[in-house]
Structures are given as C-alpha cells and as structure tokens.
C-alpha cells in the first residue's frame, strides 16, 4: 500500500509530468488555432479550452481525439501546487521561485472560474432610446407577454434548451399550454408556397411576418439550414408553437430569434398576448442611452482609425448617474459588469453595439501576471546582484 501511494505521489509530484503537460499545452493551443479555420472563437473554447476530452464527429460519431483544455490544466494545476508543497522549503533565495509559481497556479484558477462563471452578452443601443437589459450571443428564449395592462408587462420565457425536447408545457401563469410542434436550431427564412403549389416537406403551413428593408412586411416560412460555428455568424433557431387552452386550440405559431421578425398578437379569454423568440435577456437595475456614437477613419481611406459611444448611465437612486465615454481599451465597469465597444452599424451612425461581460474573476490574470512578474524579477536580480559581487572579488596575482 505505501509502494503504491509513493509511485501515486511521485507521478503527480514529477517534472517529468510538468513537461508532457506543458508540451500537450503547446499542442493544444496549435490544433485550437488551426481549427479555428472551421470553427468560430466561441465554438473554439468550447470544443478545445473549456472540455475534459475534445470530441471530433467522424461520420456522425464523436470520438474523442485529444485530452481538453480543462484535463490538461487541472493535472497542471495538481501538479503545480503537488509539486510546491512537497519539494520546495521557503527560502529568500527561492523567493521569487514561489511568488512565480503561485503566480501561474493563480493564472490556471482564474481561468477555470473565467470558464464557470463568464457570461457574454451584447447591447444594441439606438441614440437617445434608454435601455434595461442585455442579449445573450448564443441563447435564446421563448417570451410569452402579456400585454394587457399598459403600465405592466407579465413576462413568461421558456430557455431554448426545453424547445429543443419539444415538450408540452405548462405555466402557472398561462391559461393554456405549450405544445413544441418543430423545432430547428438553426433556419432559414422563404416566403410560403403559392397556392396550388406542391407542399414542401417537413413544412409548417403557418406563417410570421418579416419586415423587409423598405418596411414591407411579408409572410414567410422557416425551415431547417446547417448550424453555423463562424465568428460572424449566429444560428437563428425557429419552433412550430401550438398553443391549446381547456376547451379548444388558440392556434399555432411559427417563432424565429431573427430579429426582423416581430413579436406576434393574439387574444385569449379577454388578454391580449405577444409571442416571439428572441435572443435571451439580462435585465439591468439601470439604464444606459446612447448619447453620441463616433466614428473615426483613417484620411482618404475607410479604415477604421477609432470608435467611441459617449454614453448615460442612469440609477434609480441617481446617486451614480453619469456619462461615460467608452472606446476601445477604455471600458465601462458598473454593477459587476464590463461594458465594452465592440461593434457598430455601417449603415446607421445611430446605433452603436456593447459586450457586455460579467466576470467575477476578472482580476486573476492582472494579480497571477503581477506576482510572476515580481518572482522573475526577485529572481533574476539576486542571480545579478551575486553575478556582480563574483566579479568585483580582487583575483588572485601570480608571481
């Protein structure tokens, strides 16, 4: 038993260990970076970083390939802080040695947590036209409202993930039921089949309106299309709703996360309702109104050179209500969250896009990078200053 809890203690505590992981690290992130030619960052992170094994489909079949981001780094981890405790004893001239090595088990922490605990949402916001929440980048949610009462919305949201088993459900709050007829996690949006026509398999005959650029609306039709891992991409899902009351159908709707389809209206025992998929919502105890959006170019060419949002920040207690300037490198922090400028709207000067971050971990990487730094340089300088006092020694003379 104590051979075996040696050779167990040994393995983890081994620089042998230390250099495979490092080197399966350096793979990693290769194979990541080449992926990433397929795949967008956020499927990246997914598939590679934030996984035990990552999978690769071969024929339709997972199989695992290589270890994953989360296995190589917790071994790492173990390792480290194995290591530490058992081989190394305090001293001032391994000082530094310490600091950076806590400094670095600090930085495998902080990314784990970052991994748990991040959420990345976007706010799209239009001059002069206050805001409450958040959309999320890659869920969405059904919103069932009622819109009864003009002073208060009563909002009921189903998450995507129970579209996707296409269940029937049922809300206390909702006189009737849910019954998921389809579901695509990703569609593509084609005006229905003219009359006398040949049915389109696999179709819904409802439709939703879609308003066009020129603010025509027009009925169309969803159908399953191929997922999408681009960066500058999104998979747009669409469901078949039937909504059936205790004495009789409401009827049936066809929902899509593209946003230029509207919410849609119906009436049920005297309320009226809205019914819309749509990205998934963070509300905010503040608002934010979107002063001033600029745009900035390089002379003669349309090379961005610089974009900015002059922004209000309004609190129901006004006790921080302010403006702020965010640009690039330069983001707002309030409430836990991290207001970046990530994007804009070409076409329309009006609108500028925010990423929103909320990461409690936020500050691992600035404190892990600081105590490496400080070890390296602890380190380094004793090595100097004891390089120096060597050479200073008067050397011996030979007659």
């Given amino acids: 038993m104590n051979d075996t809890l040696r050779q167990f203690r040994d393995f983890f505590v081994s620089l042998r260990l230390t250099v495979v992981l490092l080197v399966f690290g350096m793979i990693l992130v290769f194979a990541a970076t080449i992926d ?35 296995l190589i780094g917790g071994l790492l981890l173990i390792n480290l802080v194995a290591a530490h405790i058992y081989r190394f004893k305090f001293t001032w001239k391994k000082a530094g040695i310490h600091l950076t090595h806590i400094g670095l088990i600090l930085l495998l922490i902080g990314e784990l947590f970052t991994g748990l605990w991040q959420e990345d949402f976007s706010m799209r916001l239009v001059q002069g036209q206050p805001k409450n929440y958040s959309e999320s980048f890659h869920d969405n ?5 009622d819109t009864t009462d003009p002073k208060f919305d009563d909002v009921v949201v189903i998450p995507e993930p129970t579209l996707a088993r296409r269940e029937t459900i049922q809300h206390g709050k909702l006189p009737f039921r849910i019954a998921i007829k389809d579901y695509y996690p990703n569609s593509a949006l084609r005006n229905p089949p003219e009359a006398g026509a040949p049915a389109i398999q696999g179709l819904n005959p409802t439709t939703a309106p879609f308003t066009t650029q020129n603010g025509r609306t027009v009925p169309v039709v969803a159908q399953a299309a191929p997922m999408t891992f681009k960066q500058n991409e999104r998979n747009l899902p669409a469901a078949y709703i039937e909504l059936i009351g205790p004495d009789r159908p409401v009827g049936t709707w066809m929902v899509n996360a593209d946003p230029r389809i509207p919410a849609q209206s119906f009436e049920y025992g005297g309320r009226t309702y809205t019914i819309a998929l749509r990205f998934t919502r963070a509300y905010k105890p503040f608002t934010l109104t979107l002063l001033k959006f600029s745009h900035d170019r390089y002379a003669g060419t349309e090379i961005p050179k610089n974009f900015s949002s002059r922004i209000k920040l309004e609190t129901p207690n006004g006790r921080d209500d302010r403006e702020v300037l965010i640009y690039m490198n330069n983001p707002l922090r309030y409430d836990g969250l991290t207001f970046y400028q990530a994007s804009f709207e070409p076409d329309n000067p009006n609108v500028t896009i925010l990423q929103v971050v909320r990461n409690p971990s ?3 990487p600035y404190i892990a990078c600081t105590m490496m730094t400080l070890g390296l340089l602890w380190q380094f300088s004793l090595h100097l200053f004891a390089f120096v006092a060597r050479r200073r020694l008067p050397r011996p003379s030979f007659a």
């Fill in 362 to 364: 936020w500050l691992f």
């Fill in 36 to 70: 990433q030619v397929h795949l967008g960052i956020w499927a990246i992170q997914e598939k590679w970083f934030r996984s035990l094994i990552v999978l690769q489909e071969v024929r339709g079949v997972p199989v695992p390939i290589f270890p994953g981001g989360y």
């Fill in 141 to 145: 949610e059904l919103a069932i409202i």
